[in-house]
């Protein structure tokens, strides 16, 4: 059996090392050194183009949950992280030349992986199967043959409103209703704001700092496209009123009255432990987010699960394309990995290589393919990006509202991280046990 694995970074090499552990032979695509995106500068595989942290190691974090998990699953990049890695206090952070250079050894040492060094922009149809791990930067070319194979399920730039956790939302401030009392009363919650607390936002959100945004991330079109609420707030004191903030067809019930500005939240996955920051795709600073959006009484303890971006991105939409095991639905053998299927940051687009490449050997088997237990972090990953209810898609990273709560309620924060990471990586365990997962470490 002949596998293709197209794109040669942290997901690229993670997919094709689970293969060739499953006795399957891999050519690994690559278009470096002959080809560059803007944002490649190395000649290596698994390039860490920006950062070369790989955020939190501690087990009860979201991000350190997630590299134990893989660590348990055999993950190279975990393994050539501690093998690279340079002081960064409580993050695994790594000597980027180092963990690339180490990476690229290790897999063309490998007697069953291939690597060629070749631009594709046709999915190849003489192999076993097909996994595509291509970045945000996928080429024009790949990208082009990716539109062809969804539809209009692709999308080029990633421009994202926050997301909160549900717990964390005072909702002695806040309400439920639907804008003029259409469809549930519970589909949105409201988060208004009196006239003087809606100056004071507006003065912030005009006057807070902006991140820096790479020349490859400039798109001319997409401010007009969908607007980021600080450009928005820019145009005119009232403009987020008659935008995101209107306040028509509601009724606060602490005060009798329509608010003179609201903000609505909506329902980011099936279980409501997220909410989405409805109309604030922004290019504000994370920190500045923090700073800015918690100055709306419901939000001023809100944890932010995720914050907004705007840059580009090429993710496909996965909740209407993919299985939870990272195969197309429409065709069982071409799977796909790594940040284009929605997940986002380093680790988790190494996860999800890893989980197409685990997966799509047990279908050349004849086996079952899997996804891992909803309460460890891949396995919630996997079932995010699939599931069908998440309507207005946009990439999430590794964080703990996407797990389902904890049966017992554990109001200090430290101390719910760490059972409910706890819970996963027993749950991950007993999984690989009763389903035949081969574990290279634990």
């Not at 970074?9 to 995106?37: Q, T, Y």
């Not at 501690?58 to 002081?87: D, F, P, Q």
């Not at 007697?111 to 594709?120: D, G, T």
């Not at 800015?292 to 699960?305: Q, Y």
Request: charged share 25%.
């Amino acid at each position: 059996m002949k596998v293709a694995v197209i794109g040669g970074g942290l997901a690229g090499v993670e997919c094709a090392k689970a293969l060739s552990r499953n006795d399957i032979f891999v050519d690994l695509f690559e278009m470096k050194p002959h080809k560059k995106s803007p944002a490649h500068k190395l000649d290596t595989l698994a390039e860490l183009v920006c950062s070369n942290s790989l955020k939190a190691e501690r087990l009860n974090s979201a991000a350190g949950l997630l590299k134990h998990e893989m660590a348990y699953l055999g993950s190279i990049c975990v393994e050539t992280a501690y093998e690279s890695k340079v002081e960064a206090g409580g993050a695994l952070a790594v000597d980027r030349y180092e963990f690339s250079r180490i990476i690229t050894e290790k897999i063309r040492n490998d007697k069953n992986i291939n690597i060629i060094e070749k631009e594709v922009t046709e999915i190849p149809t003489e192999y076993d199967g097909v996994v595509i791990c291509a970045g945000p930067l996928a080429s024009d070319g790949l990208a082009e043959t990716i539109r062809k194979i969804c539809g209009d399920g692709l999308s080029f730039f990633d421009a994202a409103a926050p997301i909160v956790s549900a717990e964390s939302i005072d909702m002695t401030y806040a309400f439920t209703q639907s804008r003029y009392d259409r469809g549930g009363a519970d589909d949105y919650i409201n988060c208004p704001m009196n006239k003087e607390e809606y100056e004071a936002f507006y003065d912030a959100i005009i006057n807070a700092e902006s991140a820096d945004v790479h020349s490859f991330d400039k798109r001319k079109d997409v401010y007009e496209g969908c607007m980021p609420i600080e450009v928005l707030a820019s145009r005119g004191k009232d403009t987020m009123r008659y935008g995101p903030l209107k306040p028509v067809g509601l009724t606060d019930p602490r005060t009798g009255h329509r608010p003179w500005a609201n903000l609505q939240l909506r329902k980011e996955n099936k279980d409501g432990t997220m909410y989405n920051l409805v109309g604030f795709q922004t290019n504000l600073k994370f920190g500045e987010q923090k700073r800015v959006f918690s100055m709306f009484p419901a939000l001023k303890n809100a944890e932010f699960l995720r914050y907004g971006v705007m840059h580009r991105n090429t993710f496909i939409d996965s909740p209407r394309l993919l299985n939870g095991d990272f195969s197309l639905r429409t065709s069982p053998y071409l799977f796909f990995g790594g940040q284009i299927t929605g997940v986002e940051g380093y680790m988790e687009s190494a996860a999800s290589g890893l989980m197409a490449g685990i997966n799509l050997a047990k279908r050349l088997k004849g086996e079952e393919t899997v996804v891992l237990p909803e309460d460890t972090m891949i396995g919630a990953l996997s079932r995010y990006i699939s599931d069908e209810s998440v309507k207005s898609f946009q990439p999430m990273g590794a964080n703990f509202g996407v797990l389902p709560p904890l049966e017992e309620k554990i109001r200090d924060k430290q101390e719910r991280y760490m059972q409910l990471a706890q819970r996963g990586m027993t749950s991950l365990k007993e999984f690989c046990k009763n389903n035949n997962l081969d574990v290279e470490f634990e």
